[in-house]
């Protein structure tokens, strides 16, 4: 089955241990070196209207795929703990 990241984009994230749902596939990160696909990335959502985002994401190698249907991609292990990202320096805050 070949699918492009714009479909994977649409497939929610469900670990099979605890049948928790993640969220959705929102960016993949490749090795370069050798074009294979190392992790799906799951941002963490926005509260308050979409203003605010927290700054950690849930990163799932692509070891822990366990299978990547029609309509949802099932995990083989625990739902991850968010990680953090490199700070990102808005506009209007001062450091």
């Not at 994230?13 to 074009?35: C, E, K, M, P």
């Not at 700054?55 to 795929?65: A, G, L, R, T, V």
Request: net charge positive; aromatic share 12%; hydrophobic share 45%.
């Amino acid at each position: 089955m070949n699918c492009r990241l714009s479909d994977l984009r649409h497939k929610e994230v469900i670990s099979a241990v605890d049948g928790v749902r993640i969220g959705f596939v929102d960016d993949v990160i490749v090795d370069t070196n050798t074009a294979c696909v190392v992790a799906f990335v799951i941002f963490n959502r926005f509260f308050l209207f979409g203003i605010f985002k927290n700054s950690e994401d849930y990163i799932i190698p692509w070891e822990k795929i366990q299978l990547i249907g029609e309509d949802a991609i099932i995990i083989s292990c625990k739902t991850p703990k968010p990680q953090k990202n490199p700070k990102k320096r808005l506009f209007f805050w001062k450091n």
